[in-house]
DNA sequence: TTGGGTGTTGAGTA
DNA sequence: ATACTCAACACCCA
């Protein structure tokens, strides 16, 4: 489910229902999600602290605490969603965080992929997973050099460079395939083939489309709804994810569904020559 | 019924 | 370093 834009658009959503709320108590039915540190101290850690911000990085959800952070990865399919705690809930609901004014926040997670870490405010930069990213795509961190440099040195496909979270972080499958289609460049090119014309193009286009998608709400494909429940509108706007055998909005030509890095991959073959 | 596919990512293997 | 397979898990579809 969940790319930058869904996870953005989700943090903005979630937002507006949740600052401020305190939390009574934690019921966790499926303890697999919470990575670190043991449920029982993930809980302790967060009984009676309010939420005081939610913020953003890469795909990771950061729920901010007193002392604490939570730091949220949706995965596939994960979602948050508020309640009043007397309304019924499925069981793909796999974390409820109770607050004292009655409602609820709810993790639900069908594939059951998603991931929580509870760190001392601070601490989580310098730990996994968050240590390992790239700079956010709108950062300043994020120059042409940098990027250039990135794709220099391997000789990857391209399209599993832009998957690596630790060259940008936040792209994935969907946007991927829109950023190379709008780039004109072929998922399979090596990294290091690039011209600085085209590491150009690419770095404005990936910036660009994920900017778009926010603006839209992000894609809904299958699952993804936001904090309110409401679906995204950037599905209307995908030129080649999820087109097989569709004519081409450029040049007609037919769009084809391939295999790369382990990815379905949506590529127009005669705008994205190899 | 079964196998292959799904918006993610980490581990293990050559 | 890189590529490939598998794994986590549930559901959908041909």
Redesign the pocket.
């Known amino acids: ?3 930058l834009p ?1 996870v953005e658009t989700i943090r903005q959503t979630l937002k507006q229902l949740v600052i401020g709320e305190e939390i009574e108590s934690i019921q966790v039915n499926w303890e ?1 999600i919470i990575k670190y540190p043991l449920v029982e101290d993930f809980k302790y850690l967060l009984v009676n602290q309010s939420i005081q911000d939610i913020k953003r990085r ?3 959800l950061k729920f901010y605490f007193d002392q604490h952070v939570l730091v949220s ?5 994960g979602n948050y969603s508020v309640h009043k705690q007397d309304e019924p809930y499925d ?2 609901t796999h974390i409820i965080f109770n607050f004292s004014s009655g409602k609820s926040l709810r993790y639900r997670d ?4 998603g ?1 929580m870490h509870v760190f001392k405010k601070g601490e989580q930069n310098n730990v ?2 968050l240590n ?1 990213l790239g700079p956010e795509p709108f950062d300043e961190a994020f120059t042409i050099d940098y990027f250039a440099e990135r794709l220099q ?5 391209i399209k ?1 460079v832009l ?1 690596d ?1 630790s060259v940008v972080a936040g ?4 946007y ?1 395939d829109e950023t190379l289609f709008k780039a004109n460049i072929h998922p399979m090119r ?2 290091h083939t690039l011209s600085h014309k085209e590491i150009t193009a690419l770095r404005a286009f990936a910036i660009e489309t994920l900017q778009e998608a926010i603006e839209q709400g ?7 709804i936001d904090g309110h429940g409401d679906m ?1 509108m950037f599905q209307q706007k995908l030129y080649v ?1 999820g087109q097989a055998e569709e004519p081409c909005q450029v040049c007609s030509e037919k769009v084809e ?1 391939i ?1 790369v ?5 949506h590529i127009c073959p005669s705008c994205q020559p190899l």
């Open positions: 489910m969940p790319e869904e697999n890469g795909k990771f990865h949706l995965r596939m399919e069981k793909h069908v594939r059951k992929f991931t996994k997973p390992q040195k391997t000789t990857r496909m599993a998957l979270q792209l994935g499958n969907i991927v090596r990294a992000g894609t809904t494909i299958r699952s993804y995204g994810y569904k295999k890095s382990g990815r379905g991959t």
